[in-house]
């Protein structure tokens, strides 16, 4: 089994605070594969959402991805969408 590796970006305003603590965690839920995140030395579960708590991602932060298993492929996309996204936090005009 390999592991994914992939930098990511939060975009959204406010960082990692609680909802995109929760979107994040619930999204990947489902998926067999070990997700984490790794900011400033901490390496969180990205299923825990005090352990994303605990980053203190602010926007402009830079996180490395791993994804260990089976679906990893399909973890590392679904991370990177809903960071792509700003956890949905991004307004458009």
């Not at 999204?27 to 067999?32: D, E, V, Y």
């Amino acid at each position: 089994m390999s592991e994914l590796l992939e930098d990511v970006i939060v975009i959204n305003p406010l960082g990692i605070h609680a909802r995109p603590a929760a979107l994040l965690a619930q999204s990947i839920a489902h998926f067999q594969s070990d997700v984490y995140l790794l900011f400033n030395g901490s390496r969180v579960n990205a299923k825990s959402i005090m352990g994303l708590l605990t980053l203190g991602a602010a926007r402009g932060s830079r996180i490395s991805v791993s994804c260990i298993g089976e679906d990893a492929d399909e973890a590392m996309a679904r991370v990177k969408a809903i960071f792509e996204s700003g956890f949905n936090e991004i307004k458009s005009d």
